[in-house]
Structures are given as C-alpha cells and as structure tokens.
C-alpha cells in the first residue's frame, strides 16, 4: 500500500454576475444566491451541460459534409429541480427551473473541453473523471479539484460507489484483463492510497470490471464484470487483497443484450447500495421506437418504460428481484452512475422511484441535436409517472445527477 497527496483549488461557479462570498475552503468562494438547497441532506440536482457546434463557414450546409463542424463549445450549469414532477406555469407557459452557471474557465469546464470520461457521481457531490493515466474529482459547486496519478497507462477507471466515508476508485493498468488497482481517499480527504488486488488462483476474472460498490455494513467491494460475473474485495483484510469470484448466476443476460427489434432493449445497468448496505443491481428496459425522416436513415429510437432491480442476498449467493424499495427508497440513475437517498431525506422526493435522464434523438445528418429529459419510474405502479425536457438553447444537451455540496 502506498500514499499520495495531490490537490488544486481552482475558481468556483458564476453565475451571471450574481456577488460572490467566502466559504472558508480551501476551494474558494461560493455564489451567494446559488439556487441551491445545500444543507445536511442534500436534495439530488442535474449537472447539464450542452454541446454548441460551430460550423465550418457561414455558408457551410452540414447536409453535404461527413463532419458537419470543426469544433464545439460545451456550457454547463446546475439546475434545482422539484422532485414531485410538478411544473410550475406562468402565462400558459411553464416557469424556468433554478439554474447556476457553471465556470466556462473553469476545472469542471476544462475536464469536458479535454473529452474526459465521466465515470460517476460520488455520495459527497464529486464528479469522477478519467484520464489515460489519471483520474479526477471535482465538486461542481466550487470547482476544486483534486487528481490521483494512476501511475501508467489506465485502461479503464470505475468508481465504487456507497460505503460511510471517502471515495474509492477500480483503476485497471496496463494489460486487459489484468486485475484492478484499489484507490481509497483516506477519511480526511486528502491523501489517496494504493491497495493491490490479485487474483484468486485458478480462477477467470471475468473481464474488465463494468460497475463497483462498496457497501459499508461489511467493509466489502462488489465488482460487475463486462461477462456479467460478480466478484468480491475484502477491504478488511491485510493486503494484498484479493478478487473472489462469487458463485451466483451471471448478469449478462441483464445488461446490453443483442438489439432485438420485437422486444425491449436493455440499458445499462448499475450496481448501487441500497440505504441498509445492501448490494442493488438496477438497470433500465427501453422501448424501440420508429420516426419517419425523410432523406434520413436514423429512424429507430428508445425510449425509458421499465426498470428492474435485484437484491444480492450474500448469505444463499443468489440474486432476488425486488418489486419494492425499502424504507421509502429512491434511486437515481445516469450514464456511469447511480445512487440512493429517501424520500425523507430529500425534500419532494418520491419513494420506491427510480428517477432516471433520458435523450431525445440527433442526427447530424437531419441536423436534429437531441435534448435531455429527466423523469420518475414508479416501482409500485410499473410505470413511468413522468418525463419532462430540460431546456437548452438549441445545442446537444446531457445530463446527470449528482448531491451538491460545499465539503
């Protein structure tokens, strides 16, 4: 096991000329009127961030170029939104949510502008990026920043999720299919350490490890492997730790199946700590929808109808369906990340939903730049309660959930 050290604290979010203050932290300064609700629970907001293509001369028609621009501008902000689905209406148009701007100079802006991978949201408001030889978190309320130095080639980063304190990276080095290199941000958030896993011998790996949580009831790790196999780190234990592969059945069949035009198609799928420290694997079904276009061939869209979760019960090693959240649960799911929180715990959230971020359809060729939308899938109900756009000013747009906080 080894430590490191490493932190920058760059300049914070704007906000359209909005005053500024003190927050104390080595991070700088936070907007004074931040649309925010950031207290000890945290209510879950979205990162969007939206893709503007500037094209390659005024007189330029994307129609007749394979690459339809030369460049594209990214701008972000953070939007507060109500829970419940409800939209607010004013003049017979609905009312604008909460936003806060974030930095175009800024870290948070510098990461996207370099085309890093977004990995996940940790539970303490940190955005995870990955580099080639590096990872990055980043608070997007105050735009510090810190990096870990993977220390050579890091053929894939996957952070785990859950557990009481710090953050916990799976960063894969050199060859494929080699066993993950454990990072841990120690309790006081500034030194990361390095565990190394090995294999247990005789024993197939799996593949690179797709998904990770780590629950904190029992001190362990989960691994969701790209061949649908789970395996389990014990942190308890002295190092060097190891890679156990579990003997319960495969999730391949839940995740990322062949494309089948008569049935549903399955979406990622995540591994996630429910609020009792129990392993989740969630993943969303999607709907296959044809739109005529003329003169183009990007016909067939999905669209979010289902979700299904599943409990690891880790004592008969068996995967259980759930068909209701406990204890007023709610998980929220985006590209590369999901989380947990209750519904008392977040003010308009709704229990036993699954709140998910959809996409609308882009066609570079019909120069139709797909928007974001978010929504509410009800466990009870087995269906999608809501869906609404996130607005954008014309640009491709993405988003993601994440916890604000100032820590």
Not at 89 to 114: C, E, F, M, Q, W
Not at 279 to 302: D, N, S
Not at 320 to 332: Q, S, T
Request: aromatic share 8%.
């Amino acid at each position: 096991m080894s430590g490191m050290k490493r932190k920058f604290s760059p300049p914070p979010l704007v906000a359209d000329g909005r005053k500024r203050k003190k927050s104390g932290r080595r991070g700088g300064d936070i907007i004074d009127d931040l649309p925010l609700l950031l207290t000890d629970k945290p209510v879950p907001h979205l990162l969007v961030t939206e893709v503007i293509y500037t094209p390659l001369s005024r007189n330029h028609n994307p129609s007749n170029s394979k690459f339809p621009c030369v460049a594209f501008n990214r701008r972000g902000s953070i939007v507060s939104l109500p829970l419940d689905g409800s939209v607010v209406v004013s003049n017979n148009k609905p009312h604008p949510a909460s936003t806060a701007a974030i930095n175009p100079r800024g870290r948070l802006a510098d990461l996207y502008r370099r085309c890093l991978s977004f990995i996940g949201a940790t539970s303490h408001g940190h955005l995870a990026f990955a580099g080639s030889n590096a990872v990055f978190l980043v608070n997007p309320v105050t735009d510090t920043l810190q990096c870990i130095d993977t220390v050579g080639y890091s053929h894939k980063a996957v952070l785990a999720n859950g557990g009481r304190h710090g953050c916990n990276l799976f960063v894969s080095l050199g060859a494929l299919l080699s066993p993950p290199t454990l990072w841990r941000l120690d309790k006081d958030g500034d030194r990361w350490s390095k565990y190394t896993v090995t294999v247990t011998a005789g024993e197939h790996t799996g593949g690179d490890v797709v998904s990770a949580v780590n629950c904190g009831n029992n001190g362990c790790f989960y691994l969701l492997h790209e061949d649908g196999c789970v395996s389990k780190v014990d942190a308890v234990e002295p190092p060097p730790l190891r890679m156990e592969k579990l003997p319960v059945a495969s999730l391949a069949g839940h995740f990322s199946p062949a494309f089948n035009k008569t049935a549903s198609l399955a979406g990622e799928g995540h591994l996630v700590e429910s609020s009792h420290g129990e392993v989740l694997f969630v993943r969303k079904l999607l709907a296959v929808r044809e739109i005529v276009e003329p003169f183009c061939a990007h016909t067939e869209f999905a669209d979010v109808v289902d979700f299904e979760v599943y409990r690891l019960d880790v004592t008969k090693l068996r995967w259980e369906k759930v068909e209701r959240l406990a204890g007023g649960e709610a998980i929220f799911v985006s590209p590369e990340s999901a989380f947990t929180v209750t519904e008392t715990a977040a003010a308009g959230c709704k229990g036993n939903c699954v709140y998910f971020v959809g996409e609308k359809r882009c066609c570079f060729a019909c120069r139709v730049y797909g928007g974001s939308t978010w929504g509410a899938y009800s466990m009870d109900d087995r269906r999608v309660l809501f869906e609404h756009a996130v607005a954008s000013k014309g640009g491709r747009s993405e988003a993601l959930w994440f916890l604000p906080s100032v820590v």
